[in-house]
Structures are given as structure tokens and as C-alpha cells.
């Protein structure tokens, strides 16, 4: 009999499991929130942000000279900035203000000025200036003209230097040891391109997985408290009756869903976009378990704050560019102060973009990676613990409010049964 009690609860539990698996499920498409941030932002976002990176570089920035020198040494030195890739003379300017103007128009992004002592100070061996204004709220404008100018200076500077050398050395070939001894063979590893896709889509990636998660299911908790007549987490159910059950069931839709955007996101949307994936299938699949296990414990978790469905964007939303930020990605990790290091374990998405990086830009194995990994494991069960908590406190209050209503609505009816025999005759 006893072994038939445990059977029975077994099988009621993952009847339970399978029923509040397949709720979720159902709500996750009648509910446009849900499904929006379940379905359609993980789709359309890394698609969104791959298209806007796909070029990599910025190319043709559009400038200005204004050449007060007017000699052969001034116009060589625009017209090897024009022959770059990165740089396009767009106009000549007589003067700095009118170069001004243009530039607060936007119709450049940088100019290039020649003073007028710029042929006569080379000419006479002396160092000439030529000054270069960037536009600081284009980034990679401000990039592209500041590395192309000092490419041709170096160029120009070589040029002159060799002329001048020339007229002392037995041979040309004497002349350019001179000059440059040592030779530099500049190899760019794990961004071939430079480009900007490269550097920041793999941790972007993983962010928009967590943070559009941590929104689903929070707009899931907010529906059910909104639904629910005592405002709780948990809903008044026969179903409902089991923490295991509850987690299970509802960690087990988030969790399948996120499988699929997750390889979607990080194996069918850098091969549309040509972007560098050094990893594996089988290592994706090895990386995604851990991190969408602690990505949707720590949801829910969190959900326990959400009292409306509108809370969650106040609450997760402002999040996303510190958690970026405080992974290392574009700050170096030994810059950033001791107690942000501590806030930013908090998030799977610290050790997630860290552990992806390695595996899919640097062609690393999940053994290089094993302290991250490891991590999100951990991360995994300790939240694990605490959605347990929550939803056992959520559990008793439900119980609590039930009982306390219950009583309430016997002694109404007590109440009533005393009237209707107080008024016959």
C-alpha cells in the first residue's frame, strides 16, 4: 500500500508537471507580452543588430581641408588621405569657420588644417603641424580619421627622412635600413576584420537571451498576480499543490523555448551574416544547458517582485547596458571597481558572455572555459534554492489567504442562516 501511495504521488506530480508545462506553453502564445519577448524579440533583435554591424567598419568619412599652405606637400598629404579607404575629401574650405559650419551641418565629420609655414618648416628641416578635428559623437568616424592621418604622416615622414638620408648613405636600400630597423608585422587575432560585429555581437547575443527572458517571465508572474484574487504568485489550483511540480513544470517551458532561440541566435545568425563562429555545435549545446538553467532560475527568482505586468520593464530593462558593461567585454576587468565584480556575479550573463567569447571568438574548449562553466552551474543551483524558497513562501500565503477566506465566507453564510431563522414566524 505504501509503494502504491508513492507511486500515485509520483504520478500525480509529473501529471501536475505535465499539466503546468503545457499552461505555461499555451499562455506563452495567447499572451502578445509573453510571446513577444519569448518569441519575436529574440528573433527579430540578433537580426536587428547583425544587419546594423554587418559592414564592420565605417568607410568614406566625409571631410574637409582647409589648406592655407597651397603647396605640393600640403596637397600630396590630402590626397593620400582621400586615397584611403577610410576617408573621402568631400570639399576644400577657404577658411576654418566655413569648415566650422559645414561640420555642424553634418555634411563632413572632420577637418583637416594646413597652416601656412606647413612647406617651410619641411623644407627647411624643421617639424611642420598639421592639425585634425574629429567629430566626437561619431565614434568610428573619429577612429578613421585620426588612425588615416597618422598613417600618411608616418608615410610622408618616411619619404622626406629618406631624401634627406639619401644624400649621406652608399645605397637607397642603407637609407631605408636607417630608417626603419626593425621591421613590425601588424596580425590581428580574433578579429581579423577590426570591425565592430565581431567585437560585440557574441556578447550581445548572450545578453538579449537573458534579459528577454527575464522580461517573458516576469510579464508571466505580473499576468498570473493581475488574474489571481489574492494578488499571489501561485494560483488557487489542485495542480498547483507542489513546489516541484511548479518549478519543474515552469522552468521546463522556459528552458525548451530558449533552446531554440539560443541555437538560433548563435548558430544560424552569424553564418547569415558571415560573422567569425569558431565554436562547435556540440560545444553550443554544452554552454546553452548551464546558462539557460541559471538564466531562467534566476527569473524566476526575480518574478517575485513583479506585483503588475508593467513592473518587469522598469525593473530589467535599465539593466541591460551595466550588465554589458561590467562582463570586461569593453572595459578592460581589472578596471572596474571590486564591488561592481561583486554585483556583477549576480547575473548569468557575467560569466556567460565571458565563457561564450572564449569558445566562439578565441576557437577555445569548454576546458578552457571550465571556471565560468563551473559557475554557471553553481549559479544554477543556488538559484535553483531560492526559487524554491520563493515559491514555498508563495505557496503558504496562497494557503494562508485561502483559509482566511474560506472562514470568511462560513461565517457569511452562518451570519445569513441565523437571519433567515430569525425572520420566520
Same mark, same amino acid.
Given at each position: 500500500?505504501?509503494?502504491q501511495g508513492?507511486?500515485k504521488?509520483i504520478s500525480q506530480?509529473?501529471?501536475d508537471?505535465?499539466y503546468?508545462?503545457?499552461l505555461?506553453m499555451?499562455n506563452?502564445?495567447?499572451d502578445e507580452?509573453v510571446?513577444l519577448?519569448f518569441?519575436?524579440?529574440?528573433l ?10 554587418t559592414n564592420e567598419?565605417?568607410?568614406e568619412?566625409p571631410?574637409?581641408?582647409v589648406?592655407?599652405a597651397h ?5 600630396e598629404?590630402?590626397r ?6 577610410n576617408?573621402k575629401?568631400?570639399?576644400?574650405a577657404a577658411n576654418m569657420e566655413d569648415?566650422?559650419?559645414?561640420m555642424?551641418?553634418?555634411?563632413v565629420?572632420g577637418?583637416?588644417f594646413?597652416?601656412?609655414d606647413?612647406s617651410?618648416?619641411?623644407n627647411r ?5 598639421v592639425?585634425?578635428?574629429c567629430d566626437?559623437?561619431?565614434?568610428l568616424?573619429y577612429?578613421?580619421?585620426y588612425e588615416?592621418?597618422t598613417e600618411?604622416?608616418f608615410?610622408m ?5 629618406l631624401?634627406a638620408?639619401?644624400?649621406?648613405s652608399?645605397?637607397?636600400r ?9 621591421k613590425i608585422d601588424?596580425?590581428?587575432?580574433f578579429n581579423p576584420t577590426?570591425?565592430?560585429g565581431n567585437?560585440?555581437?557574441p556578447?550581445?547575443?548572450i545578453l ?9 517571465i516576469g ?7 493581475e $488574474?489571481n484574487k489574492?494578488?499571489?504568485l501561485v ?5 498547483f499543490?507542489g ?9 521546463l517551458c522556459?528552458?525548451?523555448i530558449?533552446m531554440?532561440?539560443g541555437m538560433f ?8 551574416f558571415d560573422?567569425?563562429?569558431l565554436?562547435s555545435?556540440?560545444?553550443?549545446i554544452?554552454f546553452?544547458i ?12 526575480i518574478?517575485?517582485l513583479?506585483?503588475?505586468?508593467e $513592473?518587469?520593464i522598469?525593473?530589467i530593462v535599465?539593466t541591460s ?11 578592460p576587468?581589472?578596471s ?10 549576480l ?6 558572455i565571458?565563457a ?5 571568438s578565441?576557437g ?6 571550465i571556471?565560468e562553466? $563551473?559557475l ?5 543551483v543556488?538559484?535553483?534554492v ?7 513562501w508563495?505557496i503558504?500565503r496562497?494557503r494562508r489567504h ?9 461565517a ?6 441565523e437571519?433567515n431563522?430569525?425572520r420566520?414566524p
Amino acid at each position: 500500500m505504501r509503494e502504491q501511495g508513492l507511486l500515485k504521488t509520483i504520478s500525480q506530480g509529473i501529471h501536475d508537471m505535465c499539466y503546468i508545462w503545457w499552461l505555461e506553453m499555451r499562455n506563452t502564445v495567447k499572451d502578445e507580452g509573453v510571446l513577444l519577448f519569448f518569441i519575436i524579440v529574440p528573433l527579430a533583435y540578433p537580426l536587428l543588430y547583425s544587419w546594423i554591424y554587418t559592414n564592420e567598419v565605417v568607410r568614406e568619412v566625409p571631410i574637409a581641408v582647409v589648406d592655407q599652405a597651397h603647396s605640393n606637400e600640403s596637397r600630396e598629404f590630402a590626397r593620400l588621405m582621400d586615397g584611403s579607404p577610410n576617408i573621402k575629401v568631400r570639399t576644400y574650405a577657404a577658411n576654418m569657420e566655413d569648415a566650422k559650419s559645414l561640420m555642424g551641418k553634418q555634411v563632413v565629420h572632420g577637418i583637416l588644417f594646413f597652416p601656412k609655414d606647413f612647406s617651410e618648416k619641411i623644407n627647411r628641416g624643421e617639424q611642420a603641424h598639421v592639425s585634425a578635428y574629429c567629430d566626437m559623437s561619431l565614434m568610428l568616424g573619429y577612429k578613421a580619421l585620426y588612425e588615416t592621418a597618422t598613417e600618411v604622416s608616418f608615410e610622408m615622414s618616411g619619404k622626406i627622412q629618406l631624401r634627406a638620408s639619401s644624400l649621406t648613405s652608399i645605397t637607397r636600400r642603407d637609407s631605408e635600413l636607417t630608417l626603419n630597423p626593425i621591421k613590425i608585422d601588424n596580425v590581428p587575432i580574433f578579429n581579423p576584420t577590426g570591425g565592430y560585429g565581431n567585437f560585440l555581437l557574441p556578447g550581445v547575443l548572450i545578453l538579449i537571451l537573458q534579459q528577454t527572458m527575464l522580461l517573458g517571465i516576469g510579464l508571466a508572474a505580473g499576468t498570473v498576480r493581475e $488574474n489571481n484574487k489574492f494578488r499571489d504568485l501561485v494560483p488557487v489550483s489542485k495542480h498547483f499543490n507542489g513546489i516541484f511540480r511548479i518549478i519543474l513544470g515552469k522552468g521546463l517551458c522556459y528552458f525548451m523555448i530558449y533552446m531554440v532561440m539560443g541555437m538560433f541566435a548563435l548558430r544560424v545568425v552569424p553564418r547569415i551574416f558571415d560573422f567569425t563562429t569558431l565554436i562547435s555545435v556540440g560545444d553550443t549545446i554544452a554552454f546553452l544547458i548551464p546558462y539557460l538553467m541559471a538564466c531562467t532560475f534566476f527569473g524566476m527568482t526575480i518574478s517575485c517582485l513583479i506585483r503588475y505586468r508593467e $513592473n518587469v520593464i522598469l525593473l530589467i530593462v535599465f539593466t541591460s547596458l551595466p550588465l554589458l558593461f561590467l562582463t570586461g567585454i569593453s572595459w578592460p576587468q581589472t578596471s572596474i571597481p571590486g564591488y561592481w565584480h561583486v554585483v556583477s556575479w549576480l547575473a548569468p550573463s557575467t560569466f556567460g558572455i565571458r565563457a561564450f567569447l572564449r569558445l566562439n571568438s578565441m576557437g577555445g574548449t569548454l576546458g578552457d572555459v571550465i571556471t565560468e562553466y $563551473n559557475l554557471l552551474y553553481l549559479q544554477a543551483v543556488v538559484y535553483f534554492v531560492t526559487t524554491f524558497i520563493v515559491y514555498r513562501w508563495q505557496i503558504n500565503r496562497t494557503r494562508r489567504h485561502a483559509k482566511r477566506h474560506f472562514s470568511r465566507m462560513e461565517a457569511l453564510t452562518r451570519e445569513q442562516i441565523e437571519n433567515n431563522k430569525n425572520r420566520e414566524p
